[in-house]
C-alpha cells in the first residue's frame, strides 16, 4: 500500500503518512484512523514481550 493510498483510505493528507513514516508525533485520532486502514487490510497488531505486526490468518 502506497502513501497515497494509505492516506485517501485513511482520509488524511500523504504528508500526514510522510510525517508518522519520520516519527513525528501525530494526533490520536489520526493514528487511530491509519491503524484501522490497516486492520482492515488484514494486519494485527501485537502487544507481547516484542510488539510488533503480523498478518491475520485469513479462515
Same mark, same amino acid.
Given at each position: 500500500m502506497g502513501v497515497r493510498e494509505l492516506a485517501d483510505a485513511a482520509?488524511? *493528507? /500523504?504528508?500526514?503518512?510522510?510525517?508518522?513514516? *519520520?516519527?513525528?508525533?501525530?494526533? /490520536?485520532?489520526? %493514528?487511530? *484512523?491509519?491503524? *484501522? %486502514?490497516?486492520?482492515?487490510?488484514g494486519v494485527e497488531f501485537t502487544n507481547g514481550d516484542a510488539p510488533g505486526v503480523r498478518l491475520r490468518k485469513i479462515t
Open positions: 482520509k488524511v *493528507a /500523504p504528508s500526514t503518512i510522510t510525517r508518522l513514516e *519520520a516519527g513525528e508525533d501525530l494526533k /490520536p485520532r489520526t %493514528v487511530e *484512523a491509519i491503524k *484501522a %486502514v490497516f486492520e482492515s487490510a
